[in-house]
């Protein structure tokens, strides 16, 4: 197991009360989280982002929540691939990035668990920017998207076929271009037809836990 992953999961759990319905969204750092929050006895309850996160909510012993518009969740937990200075965020790697954001707007603080490396100056760095689109004219949808981020890739699974989303969508990794002003790009974005959500998370984060191989954590605090 990684040890920066580790340290990161470590400190988020530390910032789990009891009595707090929490977010846990998906990716490894997040599931080491379920682990050891199920290692610590306590009882847990939370709405989770992904399905496999919710199978291993619920072998982990956790009341699992629906957000039916009368939950306000105390604390999201979730990952990222990219991190830049001013905690924005690139997230999507694992396909789960529309119930990511809705798990994460409903929360009242949201933190970032990740490892050291995903901190980057400038974001598209080493990651595409993941674009959940319909299935419906995606092709057209790709070519608008191509204005705004171009080199647009439709995801694909291992087997060749196109890879589907919990929502039934497909994705489109999209390249960032070096000028771009992220923030501008992430509501850009969002007014193509045929686009569902993004994953640029913008404004949202209140901090980040980044692991180091030595066990320590750096911690990111948004600038307010």
């Known amino acids: 197991m990684s040890e920066a992953r580790a340290a990161a999961a470590a400190a988020a759990v530390e910032l789990v009360e ?62 990222a691939d990219e991190v830049d200075p001013e905690l924005r ?60 981020a171009p080199d647009a890739e439709l995801r694909l699974r291992e087997d060749g076929e196109a890879y589907v989303t919990d929502e039934g969508h497909l994705i489109l990794d999209c390249a960032i271009p070096g000028e771009a002003d992220v923030d501008s790009l992430g509501a850009a974005i969002k007014q193509v037809p045929g686009v569902v959500e993004h994953g640029l998370f913008i404004g949202i984060a209140e901090r980040a836990l980044l692991g180091r191989d030595d066990g320590s954590v750096e911690v990111l605090e948004a600038r307010r």
């Open 18 to 79: 009891p009595g707090m319905t929490i977010g846990l969204g998906s990716g490894r750092a997040v599931w080491r989280v379920v682990e050891l929050l199920r290692e610590s006895g306590r009882p847990v309850r939370a709405a989770v982002a992904s399905s496999r996160t919710e199978e291993l909510a619920l072998a982990a012993g956790f009341e699992l929540v629906e957000l039916d518009g009368t939950v306000e969740l105390d604390l999201a937990l979730d990952g």
């Open 89 to 148: 965020l690139i997230k999507g790697g694992g396909g789960a990035l529309l119930r990511e954001k809705i798990v994460i707007s409903a929360a009242r603080r949201f933190v970032v668990v990740a490892e050291a490396p995903k901190k980057v100056d400038r974001l598209g760095e080493h990651f595409r920017l993941p674009v959940e689109v319909v299935r419906f004219a995606w092709r057209d949808t790709r070519r608008r998207l191509g204005a705004l």
